[in-house]
């Protein structure tokens, strides 16, 4: 459970700028090293959601969270 509490630490420091642009990220799960994450409001549809999600979200949990491999998005 330490990895997930780690995870949760690094995507809510995260939120605030993905809220500052009118959008934000959800925790889903943690399971065989991939985080699941789910984008909402205007991360939905940009044009720039995958670099955000590999280049930010993702480089920075493989940097801070041993354990993590990658980052894949859930969607509805």
Do not use: W
């Amino acid at each position: 459970m330490e990895t997930v509490n780690q995870i949760k630490l690094v995507i809510n420091r995260i939120r605030p700028f993905l809220q500052a642009d009118g959008g934000d990220v959800e925790f889903i799960k943690f399971e065989e090293g991939i985080v699941y994450v789910k984008l909402h409001g205007a991360c939905v549809g940009c044009t720039s959601v995958d670099i955000t999600l590999k280049d930010g979200i993702e480089a920075l949990l493989l940097e801070e969270v041993p354990g993590v491999i990658g980052v894949e998005r859930v969607e509805e």
